[in-house]
C-alpha cells in the first residue's frame, strides 16, 4: 500500500509539473456559431450568390478531464515511448510515455475507459512487449476500468508489460536470391475479438524481426507495396486462402522464416477504335486463367493503359466498355494468352473496337440549344463549363470551354433537367437560373426539334470562413473539426482549421462552388489528444516553367532526406479563391533521393504551388512558390514528316525546326532494346534522318514492328539544357 502512495504522490507532482509547462491536452464540447451546444440552436446565416461570409468566430471552452500513471516491466523498470491508448467506445485519447514510463493522458471526454499499450504500433519503443491492457491483462474484458470526470485528473494508472514471442527472417528476391530492403512484413493476429496487426520493415540486408507478438496463430505476409515486388505469405502463398498460419503457444517462442517474392509482371498496351483513336478512362481487365487471379487499370489521357503486379501465369485481357479481348475477340475463348513470367514486361497489348452509342445519326435526335454569359470581371474556369441534361438514366454532357453558344446533341425524347458546372469558381445552376434540383423548370426534347435559349448566367460560388478559439485565452485552436450545414440539400460539410485556428470553406464534394442558401456553421466535440503530433519540417523545393509541344507544364521538385520516409510526395496548386487541390503525387521507394512532380495542363496566369511529403512520423512542407504561365501556348519547335510505312531498304525522319536544336533519333524495338540511334546538331533540319535498316553493332534488324523517339535540347527554352520530346511513333520494317 505504501509503495502505491508514494507512486500517486508522485505522479500528482509530475501532473501539475506537466500542465505549468502548457503541455496538456483539452477536450473542447461541441459549439456552433455563435455560441450553441447543439446544431439545431446554432444561428442560421443566409448566403446569396457569391457573397463571402469571413469575419465568424468559434469560442470553445475546455471541459477535459484526465489520467495519470506509470508504464514499467514487469521487473519494475520504466519504459518510455511507449505509445499508450485510452478508448472509452470509439474515442481515443493517446501519448506516448515519457521519462520514467510517466504517462500524462489529457483531453478526456468525461466516461469509462480501458486504457492499453500499443507496442505494436510502428510509432511505439519497446516493441518486443506485449500489448496489453491496463494492469497487466491481454484481453479487453478482464482491463481494468477507469471513471474521467470533468475537469479533474484520475491518478492510478498501472501499466505492466513483459515480453513476447517473436517471428525473426529475410525477405529474398525471388530472381536474384539476394536480400530486399523496405518491405513491409505484416504479423496478423487470427483472433475476431482483437485482429492485432503487428509489422517491421526490411532493412538493407532484408532481415526483419517482428516482437511483442502475444501466443496465438498469425498469418505472415510480405507486402510488395509500391516495389517491383508481389505480395507473398508465409509457405510461398500468393493468396491469404492458402496460406500457412504460424502457431505461437508461448510468450517465448521464436520462430524464424525466410520469404522469397517473385517480381511482378507488367503488360502495356492501349485502348482505342478501329479507326486508330485513343480512348481514356476505360477500365482493362487482366485475368489469369487458372487462378482467376486479376488486376485492373485504366486507360490514361493518351488511351495507354499498364497492368501491373501481375503473378506468373496466363492472361487475357478484357475491356468491358469495347466488349473485346484481345486479340480482336468478343468472347473469352478466343481470346489470345498473354504470358507473364516474373520480372516480365510485355508491350504493345492493344485492344481495339467501337463504344456503344445511341446516337447513330444526331438528324433523328433531339437538340438543346443555348448561351452562357458571363460579367466582364467574372474568370472562365481552368477546364471550362460542363452542360448537362438529364432526364431518368438519360444522361447527356458538354464541354464548353468559353462563354457564348453551346449545342447539346443527340438526345431521345423526354423532360429534361438542365444544368451547368464548373470548378469552385462557379455554383452549379439549373435552368432556368436557378440553385437547386427541385426549383427547375423542365426542358422538353422532342426528336427531330430542338430546344432553345436554353441560357445561363453562372453564378459565382459563395465562401464561408472565420476563426476557431479558446474561450479562455483567446489563442487559436488548429485541427477543430469544421461542421457546416447546407439547410436546402441537407447536407454536411468537413473542414479542419489551420494552424492558426482559422478555416474556409468554398466548394461542395463534387469541386463546385457554394450555392447561395441557408447555412449553419460550428465545431465538433473533439480532443486535442485525439490528434497525434505530426512534426512539421521545411521541404527546399523549386519550380520550371517547359515547354511542350501543345502547350506549357509546370514542374516542381524538392530533395528529400535520408532520415525518414518513404513519403508520399503531393503537389498542390492553389487557385484566385484560395483553395488548394493535389495536382500530381508520388511514392518514390526508400529514403532520399528526388522528388519531381509535374502539373501537365496548367492554367494561364499567376499560380501558387507547394510540395508536401508525409512519413510516418514526419511531414515536410515548401513554401508557396511563384509561377507565371502565358497565355499563349509555345510555338512548336518541330515539324516531322516519317516514312515509308512500312519501310523496306531505306526509312527516313525529316524534320523543320523553329530554331537551332541538338536532336537525337532513336530507333527501339518492340522489346524496348535500342537499335540505332543518330545525334547531331540540326541548325537547319534540312538534312533527314535515313536508317538503312542495320543496328549499331551493323547487323540486319530483324523485320517487325518498331518505335522511334525524337529528342532535343533548346537552349532558347525557359529550362536551359532541358530535353524536349519532338515526336514518337511506330513503324513497320520488312525485308
Known amino acids: ?67 495519470r500513471g506509470v508504464v514499467r516491466r514487469d521487473d519494475g523498470f520504466p519504459l518510455d515511448l511507449v505509445l499508450v491508448v485510452a478508448e472509452k ?29 500499443w507496442t505494436f504500433d510502428p510509432r511505439s519503443n519497446h516493441r518486443n512487449m506485449m500489448p496489453y491492457f491496463a494492469p497487466s491483462v491481454r484481453n479487453a474484458a478482464d482491463a481494468e476500468v477507469f471513471t474521467v470526470e470533468e475537469l479533474t485528473q484520475l491518478p492510478g494508472l498501472e ?30 493476429l487470427q483472433d475476431a475479438a482483437d485482429p492485432l496487426v503487428y509489422s517491421d520493415r526490411t532493412d538493407g540486408t532484408g532481415s526483419f524481426e517482428i516482437g511483442g507478438l502475444v501466443p496465438g496463430d498469425y498469418l505472415l505476409v510480405a507486402r510488395g507495396g509500391y516495389s517491383v515486388y508481389i505480395d507473398l505469405y508465409y509457405n510461398d502463398a500468393l493468396d491469404q486462402g492458402d496460406a500457412d498460419l504460424i502457431a505461437l503457444t508461448s510468450p517465448a517462442d521464436a520462430f524464424d522464416v525466410d520469404l522469397r517474392p517473385d517480381r511482378q509482371g507488367r503488360i502495356f498496351g492501349e485502348v482505342r477504335s478501329e479507326a486508330g ?26 488511351a495507354f493503359y499498364v497492368l501491373d503486379k501481375l503473378r506468373q501465369g496466363d492472361y487475357k485481357i478484357f475491356v468491358p466498355a469495347l ?14 494468352i498473354v504470358q507473364i513470367v516474373p520480372g516480365a514486361n510485355v508491350f504493345d497489348i492493344d485492344v481495339e473496337g467501337l463504344l456503344e452509342t445511341q446516337c447513330v445519326d444526331p438528324r433523328i435526335f433531339g437538340t438543346i440549344r443555348g448561351r452562357i454569359d458571363i460579367r466582364s470581371e467574372d474568370p472562365v474556369p481552368g477546364e471550362g463549363w460542363t452542360i448537362r441534361a438529364q432526364a431518368g438514366a438519360v444522361v447527356r454532357e458538354i464541354r464548353v470551354s468559353d462563354p457564348g453558344g453551346y449545342r447539346l446533341e443527340c438526345l431521345p425524347d ?26 427547375a423548370s423542365l426542358v422538353t426534347v422532342a426528336a427531330g426539334d430542338s430546344a432553345d435559349a436554353i441560357d445561363f448566367e453562372p453564378a459565382r460560388g459563395a465562401v464561408l470562413a472565420g476563426v476557431v478559439r479558446d474561450q479562455k485565452d483567446v489563442t487559436p485552436v488548429r485541427s477543430a473539426p469544421v461542421v457546416v450545414q447546407l439547410e436546402e440539400l441537407d447536407l454536411v460539410l468537413h473542414t479542419t482549421t489551420d494552424i492558426q485556428g482559422r478555416f474556409r470553406v468554398g466548394r461542395l464534394p463534387d469541386g463546385s462552388g457554394l450555392p447561395e442558401g441557408t447555412y449553419k456553421v460550428g465545431v465538433d466535440s473533439f480532443s486535442t489528444a485525439q490528434i497525434l503530433p505530426v512534426p512539421v519540417r521545411a521541404l527546399d523545393a523549386s519550380t520550371e516553367l517547359i515547354r511542350e509541344r501543345n502547350g506549357w507544364k509546370v514542374r516542381v521538385s524538392a530533395r528529400l532526406p535520408f532520415d525518414a520516409g518513404p513519403f508520399v510526395v503531393d503537389l498542390l496548386r492553389r487557385d484566385g479563391a484560395g483553395d488548394a487541390r493535389v495536382i500530381d503525387s508520388t511514392r518514390p521507394e526508400g529514403t532520399g533521393g528526388t522528388a519531381d512532380l509535374e502539373d501537365p495542363s496548367p492554367p494561364p496566369g ?12 514526419d511531414t515536410l512542407l515548401s513554401p508557396w512558390l511563384d509561377v507565371t504561365v ?23 525522319l525529316s524534320l523543320s525546326l523553329d530554331r537551332p536544336l541538338e536532336t537525337s533519333l532513336a530507333i527501339y524495338s518492340l522489346q524496348g532494346r535500342l537499335v540505332w540511334r543518330d545525334g547531331r546538331s540540326a541548325a537547319d533540319g534540312k538534312r533527314p534522318y535515313a536508317w538503312d535498316g542495320f543496328d549499331l553493332d551493323g547487323q540486319p534488324a530483324a523485320a517487325g514492328v518498331y518505335f522511334y523517339v525524337l529528342a532535343g535540347t533548346d537552349p532558347q527554352g525557359p529550362s536551359e539544357g532541358e530535353d524536349l520530346l519532338l515526336g514518337s511513333g511506330r513503324f513497320v520494317w520488312v525485308r
Open 1 to 67: 500500500m505504501m509503495k502505491r502512495s508514494i507512486l500517486i504522490t508522485s505522479l500528482l507532482l509530475a501532473a501539475a509539473a506537466f500542465d505549468e509547462a502548457g503541455g496538456a491536452d483539452v477536450f473542447y464540447p461541441a459549439r456552433y456559431w455563435p455560441n450553441a451546444p447543439l446544431l439545431e440552436l446554432g444561428s442560421p446565416i443566409p448566403l446569396e450568390a457569391g457573397e463571402i461570409r469571413d469575419d465568424l468566430v468559434i469560442s470553445l471552452e475546455d471541459r477535459s478531464g484526465g489520467l
Open 89 to 117: 467506445g470509439r474515442f481515443r485519447s493517446s501519448i506516448p510515455s515519457g521519462t520514467g514510463g510517466l504517462v500524462f493522458l489529457d483531453g478526456m471526454t468525461p466516461g469509462n475507459y480501458k486504457v492499453r499499450a
Open 159 to 188: 501499466l505492466v508489460l513483459s515480453s513476447g514471442a517473436s517471428i525473426t527472417g529475410t525477405v529474398l528476391g525471388g530472381d536474384s536470391g539476394l536480400g530486399v530492403g523496405n518491405l513491409l512484413v505484416e504479423a496478423i
Open 277 to 302: 483513336n485513343g480512348f481514356p478512362g476505360l477500365e482493362v481487365i487482366a485475368t489469369e486463367q487458372s487462378s482467376r487471379f486479376q488486376r485492373t487499370a485504366v486507360s490514361d489521357d493518351e
Open 323 to 336: 466488349g473485346k479481348y484481345y486479340l480482336d475477340a468478343t468472347n473469352e475463348n478466343d481470346a489470345r
Open 414 to 439: 423526354g423532360d429534361y433537367v438542365v444544368s451547368i458546372h464548373a470548378d469552385s469558381t462557379y455554383a452549379v445552376q439549373y435552368y432556368p437560373q436557378v440553385a437547386y434540383s427541385e426549383l
Open 606 to 617: 499567376h499560380l501558387l504551388y507547394r510540395l508536401q511529403a508525409v512519413a510516418d512520423r
Open 630 to 652: 502565358p497565355a499563349d501556348p509555345p510555338p512548336p519547335l518541330a515539324r516531322l514528316l516519317a516514312g515509308p510505312n512500312p519501310g523496306r531498304e531505306t526509312w527516313r
